[in-house]
């Protein structure tokens, strides 16, 4: 009886802690839509497809700060994913003293805060991209001549500064989340499967393809996520290097904003119908993060279904 009385007792106690997490979710959605009540009362739907950000006129839009977002975040992935996923097959396959020396590193990247890789990105990265990136991409490659899609890619004026700038630093940030991830998922992978893979003759690159990366998809998928959802609430380091300006953007070299960095830059100084709309850029990123996760659930499912799991 008194081992029964203890289950019971831990049950319980687990599930206050599983149910606690699901209130502080309701309780941030509530706190943000009430505090944003103001400005859907005066904008309503038309705040989600606005331009205008005009504190002084007291009129406000959230479309540049989400495409801001998106594409700072679309420009992470795309650079971080494909190194990230080549970084773990590497550590997969390496000595045991280059796995350890390495892992321990990428480890330590994904400590650094990241306010570091902002400043980092100022002094450096800024400077990096005003003389040599942007320049070679624009005068030498002259890729904003590319039909149809140039105009997106580059503009003759370029500062350094930008949506790709952004997009940099945030696939540099969230590279050793994905690695480390992808690591212990790849590590994951019964030897038998290797074994058998290379005893019908299939090189690395065949078994990592074929064997390795099909098993473990699920976890690939799920570390791919955190990287998203890392990149779309981050702050601070894509402040520093985006431009901090309240237009859509025109191309990877336009300077723009995420909600993210518009809410940390204007609420110090914001009362009245602006801290409202700030709190609507709040709640619009936590439905995305929401969105993202349960898109990210479903298509794990059908994953799991389509493989007959």
């Known amino acids: 009886m008194k081992k029964s009385a203890i289950d019971h007792s831990f049950k319980w106690f687990c599930f206050f802690c599983a149910g606690l997490i699901g209130l502080l979710m309701l309780g941030f959605f509530i706190q943000l839509l009430l505090n944003s009540r103001q400005v859907w009362e005066v ?24 495409a801001g977002t998106l594409s700072s975040t679309a420009i992470a992935l795309s650079i971080a994913v494909p190194l990230a996923l080549a970084a773990a097959i590497f550590l997969v396959n390496a000595a045991p003293l280059i796995r ?29 991209m005003q003389d040599k990136i942007q320049p070679f991409l624009a005068d030498t490659l002259k890729i904003q001549r590319v039909p149809f899609i140039g105009k997106f890619l580059a503009e003759d004026y370029y500062n350094g500064f930008g949506i790709l700038t952004g997009g940099l630093i945030l696939a540099i940030m969230i590279l050793p989340y994905i690695c480390a991830i ?13 074994e058998a893979a290379y005893g019908v003759g299939c090189t690395r690159l065949e078994a990592g393809k074929d064997i390795v990366i099909p098993y473990g998809i699920r976890g ?60 609507a850029l709040g709640l619009i990123l936590l439905v995305m993060s929401l969105l993202i996760q349960i898109l990210a659930q479903w298509y794990l499912r059908s994953a799991t279904a389509n493989r007959g799991e």
């Not at 950000?53 to 406000?60: I, Q």
């Not at 992808?182 to 290797?194: H, S």
């Open 100 to 128: 350890e020396v390495l892992g321990h590193a990428i480890d330590l990247l994904a400590a650094i805060p990241s306010v570091i890789y902002g400043m980092w990105g100022l002094f450096v990265l800024v400077p990096l």
């Open 43 to 66: 904008f309503g739907w038309r705040f989600l497809i606005s331009r205008e950000w005009n504190p002084v006129a007291e009129k406000f839009g959230a479309l540049p700060s989400i």
């Open 220 to 279: 690939i998928l799920g570390g791919v996520f955190i990287g998203l959802g890392r990149a779309l609430g981050e702050t601070m380091a894509v402040l520093f290097v985006i431009g901090n300006m309240m237009e859509m953007p025109q191309n990877a070299f336009s300077g723009s904003t995420t909600i993210a960095a518009t809410i940390a830059n204007s609420f110090p100084e914001a009362d009245g119908l602006q801290r409202s709309a700030l709190f």
């Open 182 to 194: 992808l690591r212990d998922v790849l590590q994951m992978t019964p030897p038998m499967l290797r």
